[in-house]
């Protein structure tokens, strides 16, 4: 039998591949995992022998053995034997890179033309010029000249190749871009740069600049524009065949004149400004990729080919970045309008977290993952960016994305030609963002938690309108709003903004359809600490899966089990106060019951539901937990200090003083670093553009202009009744698929989708060793490998594990034995203890609790026997007697024992039954309290109740004979009686106190003796 299964972990021995490995049918189902032969049945072997023969397999194979004998039931073990390599005689050099292409790019080799013979000129044809695949370069190298920079970029397998030139002797303020739509062969584009260098021999010739993997754009401060370039890139994800990279570095070249341009003078405000942009640190968390839009979700890039398909078109008209991620979008305009093609040599790239990681099932390969996409619009350091703006963008505006795919065939395509419709494809959304609210918080560094202040008072709320109106366009309707804020406080904080914020959603739903009306949870997280805060979130999260449901893809819609689709109509929007730590645990917890649903309409479980401790929900809390950090560091300055662990209490207690280094480090952050991260942000988005005879980015006072509308433009304001679009509350919708025309039928995958050089590269020589998908954190990282060996250890990702233990290994029995051996030796020392103190007539501690002591035996006359006396008696025991009075080490593990029940009683007390009752009636008494209308008893009182000879203590008689006094009642009229002009001083009022000491402050500014100028006053 064939059991496929990801490659073992640990390999010491590389497998090479060559390029015949791949088939070359490009319509074929192709597993993204090496296949691992079992050993045959015998008694299969005749059964066999009419089907083709088998591949050749390693002169190592791994096997797999049952054992059937044994009582339980018996799993397949997990061997980790390396597979040969196929060249045995010969070494092979591995680089250093962890991926199959180096980190950093190779340059152009221009000694290809020296080689180059007539008889073997490579030609292209007019067809393999037009479509997209030829067009998109995906390597770069810089060339320059005294006056031009010239960029070479090449595709995917070096074979066509495009230049675009850009002028170094263009005025300060203009740039210069010239590009060349020609699809060059290689050796065309060798003789084109021999021919520009020899026409530049006097003025220095053609020199390499430097290699690099894209080009983010173009920015200019006060002189020349810089040329922003990507030189080193890492692999994080595979989508659908198509890479996810991250950025590891990048390099700033000037357009300047001359073959060494001068660098900006050291005091001069471009100096300044090249300082400032070096504060965002774009080797952290920004994400590129050549042939998938990341900017928009897997359901709108699956909608959108499909309804191109539709029109017959094998490509949508037009790139359709989604602007609200594309962080360089502010560079990119420059390119943008100086080139026809821009987004062919320049990439929009997201800020925020991608991670990818696979479970094995049995040997499928399911891939789990996550793309967090953080917003330009508003975006800054905590303190520094707190609510919305006049726009209805929010602070900290995150959108989560986690795709759950199983890899049977890589594409986005079905099989038949059935083009995006593969449906082992499915994706939920979360989003994240901050209260839409006007409100602050001073950044003060003597105060940790600033209060809260409420900078505006909108009756109509027309930022939390336009906020909801943009989820409704972005995700549909509902709108599931999951408010986390306290909601009670000692010193009203958190409570200010959840009043607020219920008073907008109330406002806003009473124009809504029904139908469509924002879903409102307001729940107190922090303080749900006497009831389970998992249990509540799950209760939520499923409450939330049934409503706004997942996107499957599929070829029809219906039933997942028929091949149907399925879309994702609504979100989940989730805030605390930060939009930190609470916000990650209630994502987790959605996020892990989507993982059950996806998992569930994928085939590979039969519930919706993933228990926790198991190897799957490990793995997705790891991904989810360094998802939290990423964002909580580029927002706050810090990790997460409240983790999953923390919220299920089973953090271990050195994990306090990670908390507190965290909580010291975002105080810091947020104190002295903010400052400095901002301006870097304002200048990289272009928030912030120089202008002459305007204020300098470093000497505003503020960036509120920076980031709201200018008033002076006289915006429209839209209705405060109809507030929303119509057509975004609309239910998203599949496209119908018609038969594709016999001109787009006729066509290879590769014109419709390049999946298959980009990720398969049928002309590269690599090893498994290199290849991105046989190295992802796997579910396999948690198996130990010897446990198998056994048979009893069950493999499934959704086995509950207890310590990565079975209770049913040979290693747990031994433990308990040896646990079952300590308890009894306690017990005997107890039993000891206990003969001890019936010696001394007390009894021993019960439960970690001293007994009351019993009360002392009466004096016995015939009894004179002195304290010294009975020292002396004990003396004289026996050796038995004298052991119980030796306690020793026995009593020391009592005493050891009791102290970890006491510690135990008091972190979890315990009340009795009538402790219980009593409390609950002192409770429960305030609320049960009737109104009293009148003297009578009701007919159900109980003429035993405690407070009736409470109230009848006193009769009718002696509460009419009570009088007061003449003199109570004198000072009781006094303070009863109320002025005319209750503000008036007269001349009676002059020798009271307040009035004398008042015109002393007058007179001399101080309450100084003021016992002395009274005297004088009055005299």
């Not at 399911?366 to 330009?376: E, H, P």
């Not at 980031?707 to 119509?726: C, F, I, M, N």
């Not at 309290?929 to 002696?958: G, H, I, Q, R």
């Not at 503000?983 to 000491?997: F, G, H, N, Q, W």
Request: hydrophobic content about 35%; overall charge negative; aromatic content about 10%.
């Amino acid at each position: 039998m064939n059991c496929k299964v990801p490659p073992v972990l640990g390999r010491s021995e590389p497998s090479i591949i060559s390029a015949n490995a791949f088939p070359e049918d490009e319509n074929a189902s192709v597993t993204t995992q090496p296949t691992i032969t079992t050993t045959p049945d015998p008694a299969s072997a005749p059964a066999a022998a009419d089907e083709a023969p088998a591949p050749a397999t390693p002169s190592h194979p791994p096997s797999l053995s049952f054992r059937l004998e044994a009582s339980g039931p018996t799993y397949p073990q997990l061997l980790n034997n390396p597979p040969a390599s196929p060249i045995t005689n010969q070494p092979h050099r591995i680089s250093d890179d962890k991926d199959e292409e180096s980190s950093v790019p190779k340059s152009f080799d221009r000694s290809d033309i020296k080689h180059c013979h007539s008889d073997h000129k490579e030609t292209l044809h007019d067809d393999e010029k037009d479509f997209e695949g030829a067009r998109r370069m995906h390597k770069f190298t810089l060339y320059e000249t005294a006056t031009r920079f010239y960029i070479v970029g090449s595709d995917l397998l070096d074979s066509r190749f495009r230049i675009l030139k850009i002028d170094r002797t263009a005025e300060i303020g203009d740039l210069s871009i010239t590009e060349d739509e020609v699809v060059y062969t290689r050796e065309e584009t060798a003789r084109l740069l021999a021919t520009i260098e020899h026409g530049n021999i006097s003025t220095g010739g053609l020199k390499q600049k430097c290699p690099f993997w894209g080009l983010l754009g173009f920015i200019r401060f006060t002189g020349a524009y810089y040329m922003l370039l990507i030189t080193k890139r890492s692999i994080v994800a595979m989508i659908g065949g198509h890479y996810v990279y991250q950025i590891d570095n990048t390099e700033l070249v000037p357009l300047t004149a001359g073959t060494a341009p001068k660098k900006p003078e050291r005091n001069s405000e471009e100096a300044r400004f090249v300082s400032i942009l070096g504060n965002l640190d774009l080797t952290r968390s920004f994400y590129f990729s050549y042939s998938y839009d990341i900017t928009r979700t897997l359901q709108h890039n699956i909608i959108r080919q499909r309804e191109a398909l539709g029109k017959g078109l094998a490509k949508p008209d037009n790139h359709d970045y989604n602007d609200m991620f594309a962080w360089n979008h502010y560079l990119l305009e420059p390119a943008k309008s100086h080139m026809r093609n821009a987004y062919d040599w320049c990439m929009p790239i997201v800020h925020g977290y991608v991670d990818q990681a696979a479970i094995s099932v049995y040997g499928r390969v399911i891939y789990i993952t996550v793309i967090a996409r953080r917003s330009r619009y508003f975006a800054g350091a905590r303190f520094l960016k707190r609510g919305a703006n006049d726009l209805g963008y929010v602070a900290n505006d995150v959108e989560t994305e986690q795709i759950v795919s199983e890899m049977l065939t890589t594409s986005f395509h079905a099989p038949m030609k059935n083009l995006y419709s593969n449906p082992n494809y499915t994706s939920y959304v979360q989003h994240r963002g901050s209260i839409p609210l006007f409100w602050t918080q001073k950044n003060d560094a003597a105060t940790p938690k600033p209060p809260v202040e409420m900078n505006l008072v909108d009756p109509f709320f027309s930022a939390a309108a336009l906020h909801f109106d943009d989820l409704f366009q972005r995700y549909g309707a509902p709108v599931i709003v999951l408010n986390l804020v306290k909601s009670r406080e000692r010193t009203p904080r958190e409570s200010l903004l959840l009043k607020e914020f219920t008073q907008a959603i109330n406002y806003l739903n009473q124009f809504l359809p029904t139908e469509k009306s924002i879903q409102y949870i307001p729940w107190d997280m922090s303080r749900a600490r006497d009831q389970d805060v998992i249990e509540t979130l799950e209760a939520i999260a499923e409450s939330v899966l049934n409503t706004t449901g997942f996107f499957h893809n599929g070829l029809k819609p219906g039933n997942e089990n028929e091949g149907g689709y399925s879309l994702q109509n609504g979100v989940c929007r989730t805030n605390c106060i930060d939009c930190l730590d609470r916000t990650n645990a209630a994502q987790f917890v959605i996020g892990k019951r989507a993982l059950g649903h996806q998992l569930h309409a994928l085939g590979v479980i039969s519930g919706t539901s993933i228990d926790y401790d198991t190897d799957a929900v490990n793995l997705f809390t790891h991904m989810y937990h360094d998802h939290g950090d990423t964002i909580a560091v580029q927002y706050a300055g810090s990790h997460l200090v409240n983790t999953m662990e923390t919220y299920r209490k089973i953090n271990q207690w050195t994990s306090h003083s990670r908390d507190m280094l965290e909580s010291f480090k975002r105080y810091y952050n947020n104190s002295f670093i903010d400052g400095q991260r901002q301006e870097a942000y304002n200048l990289f988005l272009g928030n912030y553009i120089f202008a002459q005879g305007q204020p300098m980015l470093w000497d505003l006072s503020t960036d509120y202009y920076l980031h709201h509308a200018d008033p002076r433009l006289g915006r429209r304001r839209r209705s405060y009744v109809k507030w929303w679009t119509p057509k975004n509350l609309v239910e998203r919708s599949m496209p119908e698929m018609p038969p594709l025309s016999n001109e787009l039928s006729t066509r290879p995958y590769s014109r419709f989708d390049d999946y298959w050089l980009e990720y398969y590269r049928p002309k590269a020589l690599s090893s498994f060793l290199k290849v991105f998908t046989y190295n992802l954190n796997s579910t396999l990282r948690y198996i130990p490998v010897k446990m198998t060996q056994t048979g009893r250890y069950d493999l499934s990702p959704f086995t509950v594990r207890s310590g990565h233990v079975d209770h049913r290994d040979q290693h747990h029995a031994e433990s308990a034995e040896k646990k079952a051996k300590a308890e009894g030796d306690s017990e005997t020392a107890e039993g000891r203890l206990k003969k001890i103190t019936a010696l001394h007539g007390r009894l021993p501690p019960q439960n970690g609790i001293e007994p009351p002591p019993a009360p002392p035996a009466p004096p016995r006359k015939s009894s004179s026997i002195s304290v010294y006396h009975q020292l002396e008696l004990s003396r004289g025991l026996s050796s038995p007697t004298k052991q119980h009075f030796s306690l020793g080490k026995d009593v020391m593990q009592i005493e050891r024992r009791d102290m970890n029940q006491a510690i135990e009683r008091s972190l979890n007390p315990v009340l009795g039954g009538e402790e219980a009752g009593e409390y609950e009636r002192y409770m429960s008494h305030p609320l049960n309290l009737p109104l009293v209308v009148t003297s009578e008893l009701p007919e159900d009182a109980d003429p035993d109740f405690v407070y009736f000879d409470y109230v009848n203590n006193t009769s009718p008689e002696a509460a009419a004979g009570m009088t007061a006094k003449a003199e109570d009642m004198a000072l009781y009229g006094e303070f009863v009686k109320v002025p005319e002009n209750p503000l008036s001083v007269d001349e009676t009022d002059r020798e009271k106190k307040r009035y004398i000491a008042y015109q002393r402050w007058i007179t001399t500014g101080n309450f100084k003796h003021l016992r002395n100028y009274v005297g004088s006053i009055r005299a």
